[in-house]
Protein backbone atom coordinates (compact mmCIF):
# COMPACT_ATOMS: atom_id res chain seq x y z
CA UNK A 1 0.00 0.00 0.00
CA UNK A 2 2.92 2.34 -0.84
CA UNK A 3 1.35 5.86 -1.28
CA UNK A 4 4.03 7.19 -4.04
CA UNK A 5 6.99 4.35 -5.16
CA UNK A 6 10.02 4.56 -7.02
CA UNK A 7 12.31 2.00 -9.14
CA UNK A 8 14.86 1.88 -8.92
CA UNK A 9 16.20 2.64 -5.23
CA UNK A 10 19.55 2.32 -6.67
CA UNK A 11 21.30 3.43 -9.78
CA UNK A 12 25.24 2.93 -10.43
CA UNK A 13 26.03 3.86 -13.76
CA UNK A 14 28.72 5.18 -16.43
CA UNK A 15 28.88 8.51 -17.83
CA UNK A 16 27.27 8.58 -21.16
CA UNK A 17 24.72 5.92 -20.93
CA UNK A 18 20.97 6.98 -20.79
CA UNK A 19 18.96 6.01 -17.90
CA UNK A 20 15.21 5.93 -17.02
CA UNK A 21 14.03 6.46 -13.39
CA UNK A 22 10.40 5.04 -12.48
CA UNK A 23 7.27 6.44 -10.30
CA UNK A 24 4.01 5.57 -9.46
CA UNK A 25 1.52 7.32 -6.79
CA UNK A 26 -1.58 5.50 -6.09
CA UNK A 27 -3.19 8.41 -3.82
CA UNK A 28 -5.20 9.76 -6.68
CA UNK A 29 -3.33 13.23 -7.00
CA UNK A 30 -3.61 14.84 -10.50
CA UNK A 31 0.20 16.23 -10.05
CA UNK A 32 3.43 14.87 -9.99
CA UNK A 33 6.98 16.63 -9.30
CA UNK A 34 10.60 15.32 -9.66
CA UNK A 35 12.82 17.01 -7.15
CA UNK A 36 16.41 16.86 -7.00
CA UNK A 37 18.57 16.38 -3.83
CA UNK A 38 22.68 17.27 -4.42
CA UNK A 39 25.27 15.92 -2.45
CA UNK A 40 25.14 18.88 -0.08
CA UNK A 41 21.53 17.53 0.59
CA UNK A 42 19.59 20.46 -0.83
CA UNK A 43 16.63 19.37 -2.69
CA UNK A 44 15.49 21.43 -5.55
CA UNK A 45 12.27 21.18 -8.25
CA UNK A 46 13.01 20.21 -11.81
CA UNK A 47 9.79 19.11 -13.38
CA UNK A 48 6.43 19.24 -12.09
CA UNK A 49 3.01 17.22 -14.22
CA UNK A 50 -0.17 18.25 -13.94
CA UNK A 51 -2.93 15.58 -15.33
CA UNK A 52 0.03 14.43 -17.33
CA UNK A 53 0.55 18.07 -18.54
CA UNK A 54 4.03 19.80 -17.97
CA UNK A 55 3.83 22.92 -15.85
CA UNK A 56 6.85 23.36 -14.50
CA UNK A 57 10.07 22.87 -16.33
CA UNK A 58 13.04 24.32 -14.18
CA UNK A 59 16.09 25.51 -16.46
CA UNK A 60 17.07 21.76 -16.50
CA UNK A 61 19.10 20.31 -19.20
CA UNK A 62 17.35 19.41 -22.10
CA UNK A 63 19.13 15.58 -21.14
CA UNK A 64 16.44 15.12 -18.73
CA UNK A 65 13.18 14.45 -20.50
CA UNK A 66 10.18 13.45 -18.15
CA UNK A 67 6.79 11.63 -19.49
CA UNK A 68 4.14 10.53 -17.60
CA UNK A 69 1.61 8.40 -19.45
CA UNK A 70 -1.07 8.95 -17.11
CA UNK A 71 -1.37 10.91 -13.78
CA UNK A 72 -0.39 8.26 -11.42
CA UNK A 73 3.23 8.05 -13.55
CA UNK A 74 5.64 10.16 -13.83
CA UNK A 75 8.73 8.45 -15.08
CA UNK A 76 12.16 10.69 -16.05
CA UNK A 77 14.92 9.58 -18.50
CA UNK A 78 18.29 11.19 -18.68
CA UNK A 79 20.28 11.03 -21.92
CA UNK A 80 24.65 11.07 -22.16
CA UNK A 81 24.66 10.91 -18.40
CA UNK A 82 27.24 13.26 -16.41
CA UNK A 83 28.97 13.25 -12.96
CA UNK A 84 27.43 15.95 -11.80
CA UNK A 85 24.18 14.00 -12.48
CA UNK A 86 24.89 12.10 -9.41
CA UNK A 87 22.33 12.76 -6.81
CA UNK A 88 18.97 11.64 -5.22
CA UNK A 89 16.20 12.32 -7.18
CA UNK A 90 12.67 12.37 -5.53
CA UNK A 91 9.21 11.83 -6.80
CA UNK A 92 6.33 13.74 -5.10
CA UNK A 93 2.92 13.92 -5.87
CA UNK A 94 -0.09 15.98 -4.47
CA UNK A 95 -3.75 17.42 -5.36
CA UNK A 96 -2.58 21.04 -7.40
CA UNK A 97 -5.54 23.06 -5.91
CA UNK A 98 -5.11 24.78 -3.01
CA UNK A 99 -1.21 23.80 -3.07
CA UNK A 100 -1.74 20.67 -0.93
CA UNK A 101 0.69 18.67 1.01
CA UNK A 102 3.25 16.88 -1.16
CA UNK A 103 3.86 13.19 -0.80
CA UNK A 104 7.06 11.92 -1.35
CA UNK A 105 9.19 8.56 -2.53
CA UNK A 106 11.76 7.07 -1.14
CA UNK A 107 14.26 8.29 -3.45
CA UNK A 108 16.31 7.03 -6.11
CA UNK A 109 20.21 7.10 -6.00
CA UNK A 110 21.71 8.00 -9.23
CA UNK A 111 25.61 7.87 -9.31
CA UNK A 112 27.53 8.02 -12.01
CA UNK A 113 31.17 6.83 -12.60
CA UNK B 1 13.49 34.58 -6.22
CA UNK B 2 12.43 32.89 -3.34
CA UNK B 3 15.10 31.90 -0.68
CA UNK B 4 14.82 29.83 2.49
CA UNK B 5 16.90 29.57 5.44
CA UNK B 6 16.59 27.51 8.05
CA UNK B 7 18.64 28.61 11.53
CA UNK B 8 20.25 26.61 12.98
CA UNK B 9 21.71 24.04 10.94
CA UNK B 10 22.25 21.74 13.44
CA UNK B 11 21.13 21.18 16.77
CA UNK B 12 22.01 18.43 19.32
CA UNK B 13 19.85 18.51 22.57
CA UNK B 14 19.42 16.02 25.61
CA UNK B 15 15.83 13.68 25.65
CA UNK B 16 13.30 15.92 27.21
CA UNK B 17 13.92 19.68 26.49
CA UNK B 18 11.24 21.52 24.32
CA UNK B 19 13.16 23.29 20.95
CA UNK B 20 12.17 25.65 18.25
CA UNK B 21 13.57 24.96 14.74
CA UNK B 22 13.47 28.63 12.58
CA UNK B 23 12.59 29.23 8.58
CA UNK B 24 12.71 32.48 6.87
CA UNK B 25 12.00 32.82 3.35
CA UNK B 26 12.45 36.13 1.56
CA UNK B 27 9.11 36.58 -0.93
CA UNK B 28 6.20 36.37 1.83
CA UNK B 29 3.77 35.58 -0.90
CA UNK B 30 3.61 32.49 -0.43
CA UNK B 31 0.63 29.97 -0.65
CA UNK B 32 1.80 27.43 2.03
CA UNK B 33 4.49 26.28 4.07
CA UNK B 34 5.41 22.38 4.99
CA UNK B 35 7.90 21.06 7.56
CA UNK B 36 9.57 17.63 6.35
CA UNK B 37 11.37 15.13 8.59
CA UNK B 38 14.07 13.58 6.85
CA UNK B 39 15.67 10.54 8.19
CA UNK B 40 19.23 9.44 6.92
CA UNK B 41 18.77 7.26 3.18
CA UNK B 42 15.31 7.74 3.55
CA UNK B 43 12.45 10.05 1.56
CA UNK B 44 10.66 13.01 3.46
CA UNK B 45 7.75 12.46 5.38
CA UNK B 46 5.57 15.54 5.98
CA UNK B 47 5.26 16.79 9.57
CA UNK B 48 2.75 19.82 9.49
CA UNK B 49 1.42 22.46 6.67
CA UNK B 50 0.22 25.79 7.20
CA UNK B 51 -1.90 27.72 4.75
CA UNK B 52 -0.73 31.00 4.30
CA UNK B 53 -4.38 32.51 6.33
CA UNK B 54 -3.53 30.25 8.69
CA UNK B 55 -1.35 31.44 12.21
CA UNK B 56 -0.26 27.38 13.13
CA UNK B 57 -0.85 24.05 13.04
CA UNK B 58 -0.28 21.37 15.76
CA UNK B 59 0.27 17.29 15.75
CA UNK B 60 1.46 15.64 18.68
CA UNK B 61 4.34 16.94 20.36
CA UNK B 62 4.58 19.43 17.03
CA UNK B 63 3.69 22.74 16.98
CA UNK B 64 4.38 24.84 13.85
CA UNK B 65 3.92 28.46 13.77
CA UNK B 66 3.68 31.12 10.58
CA UNK B 67 4.11 35.15 10.45
CA UNK B 68 3.67 35.75 6.31
CA UNK B 69 4.15 39.12 7.08
CA UNK B 70 7.63 38.75 8.33
CA UNK B 71 8.88 35.85 6.64
CA UNK B 72 9.37 33.34 8.99
CA UNK B 73 8.26 29.88 10.69
CA UNK B 74 9.15 28.26 13.97
CA UNK B 75 8.62 24.51 14.34
CA UNK B 76 8.46 23.46 17.56
CA UNK B 77 9.04 19.98 19.10
CA UNK B 78 8.38 19.53 22.86
CA UNK B 79 10.01 17.07 25.05
CA UNK B 80 12.50 15.68 22.61
CA UNK B 81 13.19 12.12 22.36
CA UNK B 82 15.92 10.19 20.85
CA UNK B 83 13.50 8.93 17.90
CA UNK B 84 13.31 12.59 16.96
CA UNK B 85 16.88 12.71 15.84
CA UNK B 86 16.50 13.61 11.69
CA UNK B 87 17.15 16.64 9.31
CA UNK B 88 13.76 19.05 9.46
CA UNK B 89 13.43 20.87 6.12
CA UNK B 90 10.80 23.83 5.47
CA UNK B 91 9.44 24.44 2.20
CA UNK B 92 7.02 27.15 0.65
CA UNK B 93 5.12 26.65 -2.18
CA UNK B 94 4.01 29.24 -4.90
CA UNK B 95 0.43 29.73 -6.92
CA UNK B 96 2.18 31.26 -9.43
CA UNK B 97 5.13 28.45 -9.43
CA UNK B 98 2.99 25.15 -9.89
CA UNK B 99 3.22 25.01 -5.94
CA UNK B 100 6.28 23.39 -6.40
CA UNK B 101 8.24 23.65 -3.66
CA UNK B 102 11.43 25.77 -2.50
CA UNK B 103 13.34 24.31 0.52
CA UNK B 104 15.46 25.51 2.90
CA UNK B 105 18.88 23.12 3.55
CA UNK B 106 17.40 21.99 6.74
CA UNK B 107 18.23 21.67 10.66
CA UNK B 108 19.91 18.57 11.98
CA UNK B 109 18.78 17.78 15.37
CA UNK B 110 20.13 15.00 17.42
CA UNK B 111 18.52 13.99 20.80
CA UNK B 112 20.93 12.45 22.88
CA UNK B 113 19.57 9.87 25.62
Known amino acids: DTAVSQTPKYLVTQMGNDKSIKCEQNLGHDTMYWYKQDSKKFLKIMFS???????INETVPNRFSPKSPDKAHLNLHINSLELGDSAVYFCASSYLAGGDTQYFGPGTRLTVL | KQEVTQIPAALSVPEGENLVLNCSFT??????LQWFRQDPGKGLTSLLLIQSSQREQTSGRLNASLDKSSGRSTLYIAASQPGDSATYLC????????????FGKGTSLLVTP
Open chain 2, 91 to 102: AVAHSNSGYALN
Open chain 2, 27 to 32: DSAIYN
Open chain 1, 49 to 55: YNNKELI
